[in-house]
């Protein structure tokens, strides 16, 4: 691990307060604890007297997001566990700063209701839709080699998650690898039902990430992220149904189907501890035994170890 970043969560309050009239560019997506934060305006309050602003990005999934990271244009976000494998891969300079518990029924393979594939090993030679470098991406692989299949077995379809629902409705798929609440509403509005979910093949955590050279030069600025997140997500526990109207409002899916999600979704963003870190380097092991990463990631060069909320 860079010497840099030992423990360095666990001392962010000691480094001195950044300069004034700064940015903080936040990447976020549709669903999750950061829309929770952006719309609570708690961010903002607690990174003002730090001297910052904070700007928000809209981003479709982890990938495009982290691609933004690696350029420059964003400085935090959130993903799921495959993209920054993908992106430590690439050389992205990124540091995982924290993580929220598993949240395994919150994504899952589906099939239509009348599909005769009735298990995993029934993708065979499929056309399996899924999003490139996403979470369901890894969720797919762990569940086609514990059934005894591999990458080539099946076609895969690298399709967003807005494309998708087109394809799958169509026939044009035979399956479709996907999280919430996009899951949810297929479930709800597809005739969709679910081949396998994460239950017993993977953790599906969700990681905080930023750049490398927002923990080096401005830790304080990452501490009070960090709190602020934590503070969100414990109002998020105790106040479901305000956070449903939040992502419905935020997703443009309907109350119901958001209901349905948000009880399958983890709140309570903690530190990166080694049992953490040792299940993220079980993904980026199997994906880099699966051919897709050119070269193996070794996860605990990039985290920031300590700290937590």
Same mark, same amino acid.
């Given at each position: 691990m860079r010497a840099t970043l030992i423990g360095l969560v666990g001392v962010l309050m000691l480094a001195a307060p950044p300069a004034r009239g700064k940015t903080l560019q936040v990447g976020y997506q549709r669903y999750g604890t950061l829309i929770i934060l952006k719309q609570r305006g708690t961010l903002e309050q607690r990174l003002k007297p730090l001297g910052?602003?904070?700007?928000?990005? @809209?981003?479709?999934?982890?990938?495009?997001?982290? &691609?933004?990271?690696n350029a420059g244009a964003v400085q935090f976000g959130i993903t799921g566990e495959t993209p920054p494998i993908f992106a430590q891969a690439a050389g992205a300079p990124i540091v995982y700063v924290g993580a929220e518990p598993p949240a395994p029924t919150g994504e899952a393979i589906l099939v239509g209701r009348a599909s005769a594939i009735t298990t995993i090993a029934g993708l065979r030679d499929r056309r399996v839709a899924l999003t490139r470098g996403s979470n369901a991406h890894y969720l797919l692989l762990a569940a086609l080699t514990k059934a005894g299949l591999s990458w080539n077995d099946i076609t895969p379809v690298y399709l967003g998650p807005a494309d998708a629902p087109a394809a799958f409705q169509a026939g044009a798929i035979d399956a479709w690898a996907i999280w919430d609440p996009y899951l949810s509403s297929a479930l709800a509005n597809l005739d969709a039902r679910v081949l396998q979910n994460g239950t017993g093949t993977v953790e599906n955590r969700q990681y905080f990430i930023a750049a490398r050279a927002l923990v080096s030069s401005e830790p304080a600025v990452v501490? #009070?992220?960090?709190?602020?997140?934590a503070e969100a997500d414990a109002w998020?526990?105790?106040?479901?149904? &305000?956070?449903?109207?939040?992502? #419905?409002?935020?997703?443009? @899916?309907p109350l119901a189907v958001v209901q349905a999600s948000v009880g399958r979704l983890g709140f309570g963003v903690g530190a990166m501890t080694p049992e953490?870190?040792?299940g993220q380097q079980v993904v980026a092991d199997a994906v880099a035994k699966a051919g897709l990463i050119p070269s193996p990631v070794h996860v605990q060069d990039d985290v920031v170890v300590g700290g937590g909320s």
């Open positions: 910052y602003d904070v700007a928000w990005t @809209l981003f479709p999934s982890g990938p495009p997001l982290l &691609e933004a990271m501490r #009070a992220v960090l709190d602020a997140l998020a526990l105790g106040h479901k149904p &305000e956070v449903s109207t939040m992502l #419905a409002g935020s997703t443009g @899916l953490i870190v040792a």
